[in-house]
Structure formats: C-alpha cells, structure tokens
C-alpha cells in the first residue's frame, strides 16, 4: 500500500522569503504522479503543481517548484517570494498510474506566512 | 466556467438519521471521487465513478456508506443511520479522462450531533 508522510504540522515564514516544505512517501509501482495541493481556509483545495515520475526534471509553476528525488522518495515544495495570500494547509498527494486514480494524501502542513 | 460544486455546504444532523450529500461535477468529466476529511487530517478516499458505474468503492468505511451516479453527471452521497463518528467534511472531485489533475468542490460539513 502507499503511504505520504508529511512531517512538518505547521511551517512559518516571512513575507517575500523562501520556504520549503517536505513529503515522502513509500510505494513499489515504478508509474505514478505526485501533487501539492493548498487548501485555505475557504475548504476549497487547488492544485499548486504536480510531477510524473518518469520525468527527471522538477516542475515548477511561477513561484512554486519541488524537488523531486526519485531514489529517496523525496517530493518537497519550494515556495518562493512568498505572499501571505499563501497561507493556508498544503496537502502532497500521490497517484497511481493507470486504472485507479485515488489520490492518497498526507497529513497536511499548516503555512503561516507573516507579515 | 463552473467549477465542481456540493450541496447543501454544511449539514447538521442528529444520530441515526439518513442523509444525502450532493456533487455537481464539472461538464464533460467522466470521473467522479468522493473523499473524507476528518479534522486535523488529510483528505481519504471513498469511491470513485468512472461514468455511471463504481470503478471503484474500496474506501467506504462500512455498508452505511453509498453512492449513486445514475446519469453519469451528478453524484450522491447516502450516508444511512448516521454516527458521531461520521462528522468530516466530505469533498466532492472530478477530472477528465486523462484523469491527472483532480477538481475539488468546495465540500460539505456534516455534523452528527
């Protein structure tokens, strides 16, 4: 079965610095996606970026990018420049590949970013 | 265009009634999920519909839980003999048949007094 683990309950940062949150996970299939999703306080959750395994290369979406280490099962968020629009819970999920497309999530971290 | 919606956006009942959690999902999505977010956690899979049919049902926690997709477009959530244990947010998804990125509705908050 897999597993995401999120280590980090709750992160702080300042406005306009960088921060980076962690997540790994345990799983044997050799195809599958991992996301970052943020979900402020209005419940809503919003994809932030997402990475395929097969893909070496890390995704990167405007301020947000990861560190995806394939060998470690190592998937953590870079928030850069960050915005107190930012805060609210981010959610790393993981995704099979191929006929069953659950999302297992971790437990969340809460990102405070102040003013 | 509209996102996933979910209806009502909060419910409070009392324990042992029945009650029924609706999905609108967004035009032209053929897959559907339902997940359970307890407080405190992250959100846990129930079902999933891939058109009118389960795919898959292995996270109903128990034969209270079911789900209905008759027309392959709206979904409802039955929860029968509810428990204070049922109290979560439920929220609603769906996505495309690349089935990559999932979009959330907003959820229900059910409250079983």
């Known amino acids: 079965a897999q597993t995401v683990t999120q280590s980090q309950p709750e992160m702080s940062v300042q406005e306009a610095e960088t921060v980076t949150l962690s997540c790994t996970y345990d799983?044997?299939?050799?195809?599958?996606?991992l996301f970052w999703y943020k979900q402020p306080p209005s419940r809503q959750m919003i994809l932030v970026i997402r990475?395929?395994?097969?893909?070496?290369q890390n995704a990167t979406e405007n301020r947000f990018s990861v560190n995806f280490q394939k060998a470690a099962k190592s998937f953590s968020l870079k928030i850069s420049d960050s915005q107190l629009g930012d805060t609210a819970m981010y959610f790393c999920a993981f995704m099979r590949g191929g006929a069953t497309n659950k999302l297992i999530f971790g437990t969340g971290t809460l990102l405070a970013v102040q003013p | 265009g509209a996102g996933v919606s979910q209806t009502p956006s909060n419910k409070v009942t009392e324990k042992g009634k029945y009650v029924e959690l609706r999905c609108d999902p967004i035009?032209?999505?053929?897959?559907l999920y339902w997940y359970r977010q307890s407080l405190g956690q992250g959100p846990e899979f129930l079902i999933y519909?891939?058109?009118?049919?389960?795919?898959?049902d292995s996270g109903l926690p128990n034969d209270r839980f079911f789900a209905v997709r008759p027309e392959g477009s709206v979904s409802t959530l039955k929860i029968q003999r509810t428990e204070r244990g049922d109290s979560a947010v439920y929220l609603c998804?769906?996505?495309?048949?690349?089935?990559?990125?999932?979009?959330f509705g907003p959820g229900t908050r059910l409250t079983v007094l």
């Open positions: 990475q395929e395994a097969y893909k070496q």
């Open positions: 519909f891939q058109g009118t049919g389960a795919a898959d």
């Open positions: 998804a769906s996505s495309t048949p690349s089935h990559n990125e999932q979009f």
């Open positions: 035009s032209g999505h053929t897959a």
């Open positions: 799983t044997s299939e050799n195809n599958y996606y």
